[in-house]
């Protein structure tokens, strides 16, 4: 149980193009999803909280322009990266967020290389 | 405010002997607290959660971990290392739902043959 897949697992893309992740809950359904990035050899960096029918909640620093999240049902969350340019490249992971007390459950995650 | 610290960036065990990942953390409330393990490439993967039932908590693949509020700690252990626990281990702590997880910076740990 509370599976969550991550779709592309691998994108590599021109500098300028938008770059649509998706995020599932397999087998539940997930109110809250996250979107992390993560540097190599570092932690997670919470990137945004997506709640499912209403607009994601940015951490500081992060642009929501640039990042667009949408979350339309309980199962599906969307990272676009919008005009991705070399320093966008990273690893991107995504969590669904089930059960009480709440556990995040973590996608296998998104290799991006921006070239 | 919420934290975790994770002492020992890098820890590195014989195949066989004890494993034990540090957890730190401090919160206004009482926390509950996860281990994550990650494998090179891969999404983070629980394996296990302290919920305030009990304080010794077993999770997956062999691993436990205890949580002692006087201490504040949630410290990862195994018994016997394996091969395959080379990864990379994150603890985190909540404050319950709808409340952001703050995470660790991490343990890498090396298991050597």
Redesign the interface.
Same mark, same amino acid.
Do not use: I, M, R, V
């Given at each position: 149980g509370a599976v969550v897949s991550q779709h592309p697992s691998r994108v590599i893309c021109k500098s300028g193009t938008s770059v649509k992740i998706e995020c599932r809950s397999l087998d539940f359904q997930a109110t809250t999803m996250f979107w992390y990035r993560q540097f190599p050899k570092q932690s997670l960096m919470l990137m945004a909280t997506s709640n499912e029918g209403s607009k994601a909640t940015y951490e500081q620093g992060v642009e929501k322009d640039k990042f667009l999240i949408n979350h339309a049902s309980l199962t599906l969350s969307t990272l676009t990266v919008t005009s991705a340019h070399p320093e966008d490249s990273s690893f991107y992971i995504c969590s669904a967020a089930s059960g009480r007390p709440e556990t995040q459950y973590f996608g296998p995650g998104t290799r991006l290389l921006v070239l | 405010a919420q934290s975790v610290t994770q002492l020992g960036s890098h820890v590195s065990v014989s195949e066989g002997a004890l494993v034990l990942l540090r957890c730190n953390y401090s919160s206004s409330v009482p926390p509950?607290l996860?281990w994550?393990v990650q494998y090179p490439? @891969?999404? /983070? @993967? /629980?394996l296990l959660?302290y919920?305030s039932a009990a304080t010794l908590v077993k999770g997956i693949n062999g691993f436990e971990a205890e949580f002692k509020k006087s201490e504040t700690s949630f410290h990862l252990t195994k018994p016997s290392a394996h091969m395959s626990d080379a990864a990379e281990y994150?603890c985190?702590v !909540?404050e *319950?739902?709808?409340? @952001?997880?703050y995470?660790?910076? *991490?343990t !890498?740990l090396t298991v050597i043959p």
């Open positions: - | 509950y996860f994550y490439n @891969q999404g /983070l @993967q /629980l959660k919920t994150f985190a !909540s *319950g739902t709808g409340n @952001q997880f995470f660790g910076t *991490g !890498s």
